[in-house]
């Protein structure tokens, strides 16, 4: 069998949490009426293509129109100027035909692709041009989802018949929303360019920071969407990115860095100017720290993550397994596909996807949205009750035994749906107070005999390979980690490690959690594309946590002394 | 533009190995295509002394030139910082509307840091320069911030690279060994800013208004118009002693469409403006009539018959299909290019053993002279005073009376052409400079008037018992012909084929083939990577094969287009 996803390498996600614009984020409020002269140029052309290309053999039975109306806007500052500043309006189609029947048809396995084309779309709402274009893309996808139509019937009659039966296309009831909301704000670019340029000078001051920089990031994105079925969505929504980066080398050559983001729907729901600026303080005694630190050895043994790194953790080695078309790839490792109504974490977790959860604690939620990319309404999905799997994050590509989509079909604009996570939420019923947990992992550490453990402070990201064909392993990549003795010493900073290790194993070694939930905003890539996404959960304490030694390169500190700090001749 | 590969590998080996800012940058430059939405220039101040980008590329230098030295290893016997201001406006309409529109301003830097010395250097693989952006703001110390950092960078690859270099040259042995790099006087000129001058609105509106006559014929399948308006600022320094600031305007505008002939092949035309300012851009009347008039030749290339399956004889190139002509298989082969470590040619391209031998007619001659200003009242975009790498623009005769007597030189020497000819050039900041064309301008010393040609065509048809001729009017992409008509020797009437193409259109045809020039002249200017100019005029070819070419023959569309709203 192939692979169900032609480009898929082994690594499926990388959370990124440096600046990408993100490109789908939406919201939907004020539910107004309203002459949409675009999405009724879709309705009309869609029902032209469906009543022509109905009359062909092969006649597709579902056709889609999805456009992604962005405006985004892009300022970066370096050094307390402007590097770059960027406003871009687009308007991404996308046609979605299948050929064939729900049971089979030209998405199947590798095939997945054959059913989208997308262009760029008219910025004005002349229907005349919207029309031509929406046509020219039609014709072009039937032709390609029609001879990979012809294909996959004969591949299925040829192979093996496969161990999941599930038909390609789930039967959904069409949807109706109107999202209009006008409030959503458009990215502003003077106030971005400055933004860019006062944040960036922070950290124009200390000499061992050799490069920085300061991106900020916001989209509008009103998404309209059509289908033969006679759903008709719109929903808009609004998503900014403040992320700031920092780097220094030490001594030995390891790149160290240290990065923040702020993100939330507006500029207004970043944090004020005295903590971002205090944070920027922060990032740079610890890089300044970092420098000093002495490098840690391979470990393996007690460990506390703090609630961010936490999260992270779940979304690489949980949260991408249980998207729903990795248990049905045949190239797919499959970790959790026969494990439902199995313990696969301690009794006391319990996991769900939320993406109707808007704010937690105050802060705004990437994850968040009300309709997913194949127009399905967002839903909340217990995944894992008390240690227990019960479900999959589920587009509308059924698997065995869940037939239907679960809202959770999301891509970036051009790139075909996958089952996708939107705000992870872990919950633990077996907690301490945040304050004790320090002293829970000593305790542990004692009880092993080990000569210390870790505390994981902050983390940049991380990644994991779910496909057979590699192992199953994951990499979380923390950026501060201190040394806990149990001896009463003071916790000591280290440098150039990296998590790494299986899921199965180190979800187990989890033996409780602090009482209050993180969240880690982020965005993740994947087959389908960036989608900007969430995780929350507590600190927690693990019996055991690997660590291996970084690779990092060899470079020497500057030789000249930066420019500014230079008096004695350029020499540091 | 950003990849559709839907997995993002940032961290292979555990480190983050793109930087940041080096994604950022591939995505910069890839915006350079559709460009937007940027920062004004802000009125700068003139003066060399008072410019604050020159200000922090000569305090940096200084500084390096003094300091920048890793111990026990050597330090540079030359730098060099080039910053590209680029200053863009891009605009593409379908169907009528507008579906694109980007306006953005950026500064690139790129350092080259050369350890070792002219004979034998680090400019290899690694060492050939690092790049970064530069502020758009006008702060010297964060200008200085970037060219420091870049500039370590590229010192310690150059370090690495000279030891690969001369590891990989020990495999070889080499006969006549050639300098890697040219000496060269110090220059200094410092010209005056290149602005973009122009509203957008009247364009967007002129772009979509001309896309718009799609509406003319139901049987269009795309009609798009596209401009890409560019002002690009440059900045050069040396540690030789070499400053030059530089600018140029750039001001291109293309229409497109495609369309199926009945049997489903597809036809495509399409029509482009590249000029040097405004005032030589069509007003909007000769853009829609223009655009009428290609929309009426992709009505009659439907229409017309395709060409026959074989045919060998005389065909006529028009001076605007010639010059793709020239360009390609002239142009390309006289660049001075050095050969890939260890090759013992002189240069690469098909030239690479001609020199002094004769490659065209005698009756042609070529000189590349990047100092003529205009042709026929057209601005030529091949026009610069100093060149990239800061060698004075000077004319230079390539081919004299049909024989190749001179390379266009850069600063990498190549067997016999140890200097420059100031034909080192590079526009984007991921280019090195190299040897590039400026104005290529073709002479003829007998020349026929464009009758005269014809006839001359019509009479080797009548020589070879042809019944018809080819005459080409226009190119397409690898020089496939776009209008191409027979011209009956019997009556003289032309008749417009579709599907031919050419199969041995080379530099041998044009050494021995080509037989008469016209004393036509056409300039066409060449804007996209290194900005150029191609000025010649028509040739009649005595013996060419025109096929008939295995052009795919779509399917027509499942159905048909949407019906247009009533004008």
Known sequence: MKKLFRNSAAVVCVLVILLKPSLNSRASAAETAKNDALTSGMQRELQRAQSDLGKLDPAPYFISYSVYDQTSAMALGSQGSLISSVHTRRRSANVIVRVGT????????????????????????????????????????????????????????????????????????????????????????????DLARRYSAYLRKYPYIYSSNVV?????????????????????????????????????????????????????????????????????SDLKALRAAPVAEPFDGPALLSGRASAVFFH???????????????????????????????????????PTLRTLNGRDLGGWYEYDDEGMPASRVEVIKDGILKNFLLSRMPIKNFANSNGHGRSQAGLMVTG????????????????????????????????????????????????????????????????????????????????????????????????????????????????????????????????????????????????????????? | MIGKHPITIRWSDGRPCPSAMKQRLAIAIALIGLLVGGVQAKDRVMTAADDPVLQAMRTELDRSKSALKLEGMAAPYYIDYRVIDMDAYAAEAAFGALRNEVHARFRFLRVVVRVGDYKQDSFFGQGQGAMDFMPLDNDVVALRH????????????????????????????????????ARAEPVVSIGPFAKLDFDTQPWSKMLQDASALYKSDPQIESFDSSLNFAAVNRYFVTSEGTVVRSGQTVYDLRIAGTTQAADGMKLDRSHGYS???????????????????????????????????????????????????FSDLVGDNVLGLKPDLGQPARTKGAYTASYKTRVLPDFLSIVDDPTLVSVNGRSLMGKYDVDDEGVRAMPVPVIENGKLVNYLMGREPIRDFPTSNGHGRARLPQNYPGP?????????????????????????CRQHELPYGYYVETLGPQRTPRLLYKVWAKDG?????????????????????????????????????????????????????????????????????PAVAAR
Request: glycine content about 6%.
């Open chain 1, 102 to 193: 729900p049971a089979l048809d030209n998405t199947h396995e590798e095939n997945r692709s054959s059913a989208l084309s997308s262009g760029s779309l008219p910025l004005n709402d002349d229907s005349d041009a919207i029309a031509h274009v929406l046509w020219q893309l039609t014709y072009g996808e039937y032709r390609k989802a029609s001879q990979a139509y012809l294909n996959v019937k004969t591949k299925t009659q040829v192979h093996a018949q496969e161990e999941d039966t599930s038909p390609d296309f789930s039967r959904e009831t069409p949807q109706s929303h109107a999202g209009y909301n006008d409030d959503a704000p458009e990215p502003d670019r003077l106030v971005f360019e």
């Open chain 1, 216 to 284: 900020l990031t916001a989209q509008r994105t009103q998404f309209h969407f059509v289908s033969s079925e006679g759903s008709h969505v719109v929903t808009t929504g609004a998503l900014v990115r403040l992320a700031i980066e920092a780097d220094t080398w030490a001594d030995d050559g390891m790149e160290l860095m240290r990065v923040e983001t702020f993100q939330a729907e507006s500029a207004d729901h970043l944090p004020a100017e005295a903590e971002v600026s205090a944070r920027m303080e922060k990032m740079a």
């Open chain 1, 316 to 354: 690489e080695v949980l949260g991408h397994r249980l998207e729903g078309h990795r248990q049905r790839g045949e190239q797919e490792g499959q970790t959790f596909t026969k494990k439902i109504n199995q313990q696969v974490l301690p009794e006391f977790l319990s996991v769900t996807d939320d």
């Open chain 1, 420 to 572: 996708r996570q939107g705000n992870l939420i872990v919950s633990s019923s077996r907690t301490t107070k945040d304050s004790e947990l320090r002293q829970k992992l000593i305790d542990e550490i004692k009880k092993q005999g080990k000569p210390y453990g870790l505390y994981f402070e902050d983390i940049q990201g991380g990644f994991t390979l779910t496909q057979r064909a590699m192992p199953q392993a994951f990499q979380v990549l923390p950026v501060l980690v201190w040394r806990v003795y149990p001896d009463g010493r003071p916790d000591e900073l280290v440098r150039g490690v990296d998590i790494v290790g299986t899921p199965l194993a180190a979800m187990n070694r989890i033996l409780l959690t602090g009482d209050k939930p993180e969240v880690f905003n982020g965005i993740c890539g994947a087959e389908s594309g960036s989608v900007p996404v969430s995780a929350v959960a507590p600190a927690m304490v693990f019996s055991e946590i690997e660590v291996q030694k970084r690779a990092h390169s060899l470079n020497r500190p500057p030789i000249l002394a930066p420019p500014g700090f230079d008096a004695n001749g350029g020499r540091p």
């Open chain 2, 146 to 181: 970037q060219i420091w950092l870049a500039t370590d960078n590229a010192y310690k690859a150059a370090t690495e690279a000279l030891t690969a270099k001369q590891a990989q040259l020990k495999q070889y042995n080499v006969d006549q060994p050639v300098d890697d790099f």
């Open chain 2, 275 to 325: 000029v040097t300012n405004t005032k030589e851009l069509p007003s909007e009347g000769t853009l829609l009539a223009d655009t009428t008039k290609l929309l009426a030749t992709l009505k009659q290339l439907r229409d017309a018959p395709i060409a026959d399956e074989e045919y060998r004889g005389p065909v006529l190139f028009s001076a605007h299909a010639a010059s793709s002509v």
């Open chain 2, 436 to 460: 590039s064309l400026g104005n290529f301008v073709v002479h003829a010393s007998e020349t026929s008037s464009p009758e005269e040609l014809k006839k001359k065509l019509i009479d080797l």
């Open chain 2, 493 to 561: 009437h032309q008749e417009l084929v579709r599907g031919a193409m050419f199969d041995d259109l080379d530099a041998r045809a044009l050494r021995s083939d080509l037989v008469a020039a016209g004393n036509d002249v056409n300039v066409e200017n060449l804007p996209l990577n290194i900005p150029h100019s191609i000025v010649n005029p028509s040739i009649l070819v005595d013996e060419l094969e025109v096929k008939r070419a295995n052009a795919n023959k779509d399917k027509l569309p499942e159905y048909p287009a």
